[in-house]
């Protein structure tokens, strides 16, 4: 059955080969179970994120082993869960309060819907090819610095001034010390390709946590929000009650009375989402061989609707935008080719949903060296930049990876990245370069500025 469903015998594999790949693969990625309820936690109920996260990626990664048979895995993705909470829901929503979150889960659903339709009509690659590639080299990078900066800002290594408005933290605090630990850890392991090293330096991170919290180096101060580091058990399946504070916590009243502010905010996603899941999906695919000579890649389609039926799911269940994730080329490196390696993967998200105590227990200053290190490999995308070759180019790229971060919002990176593209462009008599796709979502990123002065005024 399994050879007939994978075709196991024709990618030159076998099933021992495939398992040893998707626990490598799941190891690999297990710290975004750590990592989004962390996030997501801040604007919404955390046992109820971390179900609908392992349910949503457990669905999206069998259908991607399953329909598109491919060794991808899938979750909620960084960079976007970091949108939906901080820029979102504290900054962009601030004035809902706890509220803020139905609004960002109703522009997810609409994007996995919208997602599925374009994938289902070959729409999506259209998309990705009119959108310069400067701009999207220059939108990654950006992201790495926003997702650095929030590790950064997690386990207080940078806190607020009023002086400099940024300013280094306080070495004398456990969390800052043990943050840098952490990431030395990853990197060092990552240097001898370790498998697993993230989640290690996270788990590593965590036990010296605990260590300092009995020796009294970390002190527990629950109305101050600092809490016990230590897990009230190991196997839970209490959780499932937080599922009733996320799923189907809709807002679409307000997405219709804010058409303009809405529109920006999806697009916002579903940007994000189409650079990460075209690079993730292409770049592990060529490390399985899987490409055709012409660089293209089989079967497409299943690739991109996997990614969006796995969007529109953790939207209803209460969890931000699922992709494809790059950790993905840790189990292909183990000889990964088939969506035998997806589907055990999905099988350990399962498993995982009965450890929630533990998972939910690990603090932000564990995750936080996760969320530097993966926006060092995010931003490794700026060496692709050309700043010489065309002005628009390079305002263009430039713009994101200076605005995501200094801002606190990847969607004002990429208005302004879009914006100043477009306008460059046509001021230096190349409009014939702007695709219908930049301009169509020119003008919905203009009509959002054109809101801001009016708000502002």
Known sequence: MLEKTFKLKEHGTNVKTEVIAGITTFLAMAYILAVNPNILGTVMNQDGVFIATCLASAVATFVMGLWANYPIVLSAGLGLNAYFAYTVCLTELSDM??????????????????????SAFKVRE???????????????AGIGLFIAFIGLKGANVTVASDSTLVDLGDFSRPDVVLCMIGLLIIVVLSHYHVKG????????TWILGIIAEKIGWYVVDVEAGVYSLIPSGVVSVSSFSGLKETAFHFNFAWAGEHLIQFIAILFSFLFVDLFDTVGTVVGVADKAKLLREDGTLPRVGRVFMADAVGTVLGSCLGTSTVTSFVESSAGVAEGGKTGLTACVSGLLFIVALLFSPVFLAIPSFATSPALIYVGMLMLTSITKINFEADAADAIGAYLAVLIMPLTYSISNGIMFAVVSWVIVKVCTKKAKDVSPVMWVVFVLFALRIASLVTNFS
């Not at 090293?197 to 590593?204: A, N």
Request: hydrophobic fraction near 60%; aromatic fraction near 8%.
């Open 97 to 118: 309060g706890a509220n803020a979150f139905t609004v960002a889960l109703t522009a997810v659903f609409v994007e996995g819907v919208i997602f599925i339709v374009i």
């Open 126 to 140: 259209q998309i990705i090819n009119g959108i310069p590639q400067n701009v999207k080299y220059g939108i990654t």
């Open 197 to 204: 090293s993230v989640l290690i330096g996270i788990i590593t």
